[in-house]
């Protein structure tokens, strides 16, 4: 059973948000009980604090800095319910994390964005644990008296620098004048270069019974764990391509636009702290919006460095690249998806009559005409009332908005289960695919149904199923949720307030998930 209490305050004037949760995890297997009391978040919206409050001339260099702030504390303990109030103060596990993110945009010869920042993070943990290497049995062990209760500052920096610009290209085909078609292309190259010192001193080395040096900190399991050993420093290059077409609409004497490539990047890096094999493998991205309901992705990987086999004859990753052999890259995979979405207007657009012109702009303009709710002079907000729509024979026109979306995704990859090509050093492919679809549908003003669904294909069988139906009881609202095949199958009725502020006031009654549950 689970149970928690949650509670938010902001202060606008100041940009400065605090939210607590407290909550309490209880087994009756084992009689254990988990609490968190609080876990508290504090949030501070960016300023800038160079910026002049009367600003006179151009905006100056160092008016663009701004810095943020987040934190959170959290205070826990995981014992058994009989001895939750005979632990200590050293029983409980407390700790705070600090983050401090300072940026800026500044723009380089009129066309070149330069983007740096820097981040501070400070943990603050009251105790550390020191261990000791058994040689017995070959492992760390912490042995009694080595928790030390304290305080401990735990932090690290970082630093990174982007530079980016846009190149812009026209170009009018010579076909199809009439239509006056203008293709712009738009390259967006980009260079970034991001860094961290080692954080080495939050670190113990240890020898272990094969005379190798090991690492470990007296920090780990902390909530917010510990800065890296060894130090970091990436050097990133992308490109993004956007294509999009804008002709002339006769009919409509109006110009359109339309997208032919929404986007087309490719990106790489290379990490200078690496002693070996410092390139990442080259992605590309393609995202392409076919029409207003239809999406296609596409992302592709091609590694770097080519396969090799070692003194045991086992096939690994060698330090020669793909490069030096004259080929591309090595082919890693793809993964695709397709995505289209039902609902009232694509149905009636494909199957439903054809409306006029003229009937179409008046429809728009009436629905253009208000908003839902109008201002008075006083500063009060009233609803706007208006008339049921009535058919041509006098009845109010029936509406149930209804939406129905389809997924389908298609990937592969490298089938390193199967025996290599020693000719082309290259493992066979397989693939996978799975379709997968939700829909929801409005019965009344007051009563829906939703529900999600899927099939794969590799597997065979129909993946995770549920149906939910819902109704709203104007305070509160009422929830039914089944889960009738799948891996897990499961109930949920839940009732909760529809305010904000009392999402907690709720009553729930479900079914452990898992797929052992018999059904009556």
Known sequence: ????????????????????????????????????????????????????????????????????????????????????????????????????PVSATFTLFKYLQVNPSVNYTERWYTRKVNQQYNEETHRLEALPGDTINGFYRVSNYSASLSLSTKLYGMYKPLFMKKKEIQ???????????????????????????????????????????????????????????????????????????????????????????????????????????????????????????????????????????????????????????????FNNDTWKKWFGPKEDEKDKDKKESEDGDGEDSEGAEDGTTTKKVEKAQADPDGYQVFK??????????????????????????????????????????????NWSLSFNSGYDFQAKEITQTSCTISRDLHCFNLSASLSPFGRWKYYNVTIRANASILQDLKYEQRSQTQSNIQWY
Do not use: C
């Open 400 to 445: 149930m908005p209804w939406s129905l979306s389809f997924s389908y995704s298609f990937n592969i990859r490298e089938d390193r289960t199967k025996p290599i090509n020693r000719y082309s050093m290259r493992y066979p492919f397989t693939y996978t695919h799975n379709i997968n679809m939700n829909g929801n549908i409005k019965i009344s003003n």
């Open 183 to 341: 293709i712009r292309h738009v390259v967006t190259p980009q260079v970034g270069i991001s860094g961290a010192p080692a954080f080495s001193k939050y670190w113990e080395e240890y020898t272990d019974n094969n005379g190798n040096t090991q690492y470990y900190s007296p920090y780990t399991g902390q909530p917010f764990g510990v800065p890296s050993r060894e130090g970091s420093g990436t050097v990133s290059f992308s490109i993004a391509n956007n294509l999009e077409m804008k002709y002339y609409d006769a009919k409509k004497d109006t110009l359109k636009k339309v997208s032919l490539i929404d986007d087309l990047s490719v990106n790489m890096s290379y990490n200078m702290a690496a002693k070996e094999k410092p390139w990442s493998p080259l992605s590309m991205n393609l995202r392409l919006k076919l029409t207003k309901n239809y999406t296609f992705n596409m992302n592709a990987s091609f590694a770097t460095y080519a396969y090799t086999f070692d003194k045991s004859g086992n096939v690994v990753e060698g330090n020669r690249t793909e490069w030096s052999y004259g080929r591309f890259g090595r082919f890693q995979g793809y993964g695709s998806s397709f995505n289209y979405t």
């Open 1 to 100: 059973k689970t149970s928690s209490i949650s509670y938010s305050r902001s202060f606008p004037d100041i940009g400065l948000t605090l939210s607590g949760t407290t909550n309490i995890a209880q087994t009756m297997r084992d009689s254990s009980i988990a609490v968190t009391l609080p876990d508290l978040n504090i949030s501070l919206s960016r300023l800038f604090p160079f910026k002049r409050k009367k600003a006179a001339g151009e905006e100056r260099w160092y008016e663009k800095i701004s810095l943020s702030y987040t934190g959170r504390l959290t205070n826990s303990i995981r014992t058994k319910d009989d001895r939750l109030f005979k632990t200590g103060i050293s029983g409980w596990e407390n700790a705070m994390n600090h983050n401090i």
